[in-house]
C-alpha cells in the first residue's frame, strides 16, 4: 500500500482565496483524521470521520473550516476564505475500525496563506 | 482538560549514547499511550503503543515505559545513531489523541 496520500504537499495562496486540502487513507481503513501542525500549538485535531460520517468536529476553528468524506477513499478539508493564521501543515491520518487503532499519517500538506 | 508535556524541548548527545524522553500527562484516565517519530518535512511515524493495562512496550533498540497512575511515560533509546535523529512526539488517547510538542533529538557522529 501506498500509505496515506495528501495532495497538494505544498499550497502558497493570498488572504481571501479558497483552499482545498486533499486525501486518500490507506485502502481499509474506515476512520480518517485531519490535523493541523504549527509551532506555537503543535499537533492539534481538526476533525474526525468513521465509515465517512464525521464523528468529532470540535476541534475546527470556526466556520471557515469545512471537512467532507464523499466515500471511503476520499476527504477534502477546505478553508474558505483563508487567513494568514490558517499557515501551518496540515496532516491526514487513517485507521482501522477506530480511533483506538494506531494511526497512519500522511506527509503532511504545508500552507502558506500571504 | 488533558495537557500533555514533554520535556526537554532540544535533547543533542553523541552516538552510541544511550537516553531518556520523557512524557507526562496531566490525566490518568487514557486507553493507551503512544510515542511517534517526525522526520523534517514528514508526516509521524508511529513507534510504539502501550495500552493502558499495560506497563511497557518494547521494539528494537527502544523501550516505552507507562506508569499511568503517576501521568507519566518514558522512550528508552539505546546506543543512539544518527539516524535517530529526529522529533520524538507522544501522545495519549482519552476519545482522541492529544499530543504533546515533543522533544526534537539530535545524534552527532
Known amino acids: 500500500d501506498a500509505g496515506v496520500i495528501q495532495s497538494p504537499r505544498h499550497e502558497v495562496t493570498e488572504m481571501g482565496q479558497e483552499v482545498t486540502l486533499r486525501c486518500k487513507p490507506i485502502?481499509?481503513?474506515?476512520?480518517l483524521f485531519w490535523y493541523r501542525q504549527t509551532m506555537m500549538r503543535g499537533l492539534e485535531l481538526l476533525i474526525y470521520?468513521?465509515?465517512?460520517?464525521?464523528?468529532?468536529d470540535s476541534g475546527m476553528p470556526e466556520d471557515r473550516f469545512s471537512a467532507k468524506m464523499p466515500n471511503a477513499s476520499f476527504s477534502t478539508l477546505k478553508i474558505q476564505p483563508s487567513e494568514p493564521r490558517d499557515s501551518a501543515v496540515y496532516f491526514c491520518?487513517?485507521?482501522?475500525?477506530?480511533?483506538?487503532?494506531?494511526?497512519?499519517f500522511g506527509p503532511g500538506t504545508r500552507l502558506l496563506v500571504l | 482538560k488533558q495537557e500533555v508535556t514533554q520535556i526537554p524541548a532540544a535533547l543533542s548527545v553523541p552516538e552510541g549514547e544511550n537516553l531518556v524522553l520523557n512524557c507526562s500527562f496531566t490525566?490518568?484516565?487514557?486507553?493507551?499511550l503512544q510515542w511517534f517519530r517526525q522526520d523534517p518535512g514528514k508526516g509521524l511515524t508511529s513507534l510504539l503503543l502501550?495500552?493502558?493495562?499495560?506497563r511497557e512496550q518494547t521494539s528494537g533498540r527502544l523501550n516505552a515505559s507507562l506508569d499511568k497512575s503517576s501521568g507519566r511515560s518514558t522512550l528508552y533509546i539505546a546506543a543512539s545513531q544518527p539516524g535517530d535523529s529526529a522529533t520524538y512526539l507522544c501522545?495519549?488517547?482519552?476519545?482522541?489523541?492529544?499530543f504533546g510538542k515533543g522533544t526534537k533529538l539530535s545524534v552527532k557522529p
Open positions: 491520518a487513517s485507521s482501522q475500525q477506530d480511533a483506538q487503532e494506531t494511526q497512519y
Open positions: 470521520f468513521n465509515n465517512n460520517v464525521p464523528i468529532d
Open positions: 490525566d490518568s484516565a487514557i486507553y493507551n
Open positions: 485502502s481499509g481503513h474506515n476512520s
Open positions: 501522545a495519549v488517547r482519552q476519545g482522541n489523541l492529544i
Open positions: 502501550i495500552q493502558s493495562s499495560q
